[in-house]
């Protein structure tokens, strides 16, 4: 452990050195040409026909304002500069110009009416980890093939048979937790949750077969994310490349054994067989390899984020979990009543309590604070101009927690959603044709888990009460650490 931190000292010390070196030269280029370009600017550029940036400020030359965006809580620093300059502002962070903006309006512009002209953007070194040919980093028809594909596969249609399996998994979760004495680590065994329910999503009835193996690699994968991007043995990043080479050489097994059992589409609800099942465009192994380590990404760590935050605020908020508590109640007497075991499709809609506190969990944590666009061509917005190669950064989190939109904003209150909030003003899934396919899937997974633990259980959190951690969601501090019992059953129950 020691020696992996201290040889990543020594790479970004090097790395920092290059920029430098780089930095130093560039200047001196810039030097010799200044004078040249001077001359020719001032003949091809008519005064007023060119718009100003945005107001707001650059900081140094590539480090731009890095450091204060990281010496505090970023939601900070983003604040801070919107209460200054107003919803659209520049600055400059982590090597790229950027435009932040923080209206419902501009992030309509951005993510929905002009979102051709600005295409999503990731730092190289997360395309490669995640694979380069995984939906989210792609635009146009690829981009809308694959969109179409995953969406089949979360729609309720697909969804609506997956209720009971979801609910084995959440059963199977709370038992598992109970019978450690009850001491968990919210964060942590919501992760293993909402993995397992992301495999059951992908490849249905399989799961089962070939979770761990799954499961290792991905661990060791996920461990480079953030690391630095040096592709050298013993690096982090480096074993992040091999795992994920070891992952597509698994899910090539899975997809072959599935040919090779030719059964009929129709048998395979799953992300896999809506991949598989698509004759026309056939996806090559690569392209749907990229793709399922993709959803895994963005299904795992922001949903158990999601949900270690719900427990918090029911935890805090007394009033809230015993409104949430006979909802669910209410729903479980129901299906007994039907002589069911448990919950369908059409009980996960009737939690219109439930379904407030998860879409206010949803407003006040914003796990998602922004999203990247890159503007492929200069953009006028509001008489600002948005310079090609930009990059523009929607501030979700800003207009969640705006009290124009949201009065007493850091306040936790599911009632302010009993009023349906104005078009992009609430985007925890995004909007436009990059928002989160899996968003139904999500909601699902964190109704049947908060079924059956405000039904069954009662948790108390241990330690530290209050902060707030980035991994690199924001989360409460220590993961939430939790003891968990069965509720004494009350003789109500029976009656
Ligand atoms: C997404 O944008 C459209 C068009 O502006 C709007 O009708 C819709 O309500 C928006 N979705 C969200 C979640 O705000």
Known sequence: MASASSSSLLYFLAFLLIIIVFHLLLKLVRL?????????KKKSSYAGDELPLPPG???????GETFQLYSQNPNVFFASKQRKYGPIFKTHVLGCPCIMISSPEAAKFVLVNRAHLFKPTFPASKERILGPQA???????????LRKLVSRAFMPDSLK??????????LDSLGSWEARSGLINTFQEMKTYAFNVALLSIFGKDETKYGEELKSCYYILEKGYNSMPINLPGTLFHNSMKARKELARILSKIILSRRQRKLEDEDYNDLLGSFMGDKTSSLTDEQIADNIIGVIFAARDTTASVLTWILKFLGENPSVLKAVTEEQEYVARNYKE????????????KMPVTSRVIQETLRVASILSFTFREAVEDVEYQGYLIPKGWKVLPLFRNIHHSPEIFTDPDKFDPSRFEVAPKPNTFMPFGNGSHSCPGNELAKLEILVLIHHLTT?????SMGQQNGIQYAPFPLPINGLPIRLSLKPTSPHQFL
């Open 32 to 40: 010799s040409t200044h004078v040249i370009k001077k001359e020719k």
């Open 57 to 63: 400020t650059m900081g140094w030359p590539y480090i």
């Open 135 to 145: 939906l989210f980093f792609h635009q146009g028809e690829y981009h809308a093939k």
């Open 161 to 170: 048979h997956m209720v009971s399996s979801v609910e084995a998994i959440a």
């Open 338 to 349: 039907r002589c069911d075991e448990g919950l369908c499709w059409a009980d996960t809609k």
């Open 456 to 460: 069954k259980y009662r948790w108390s």
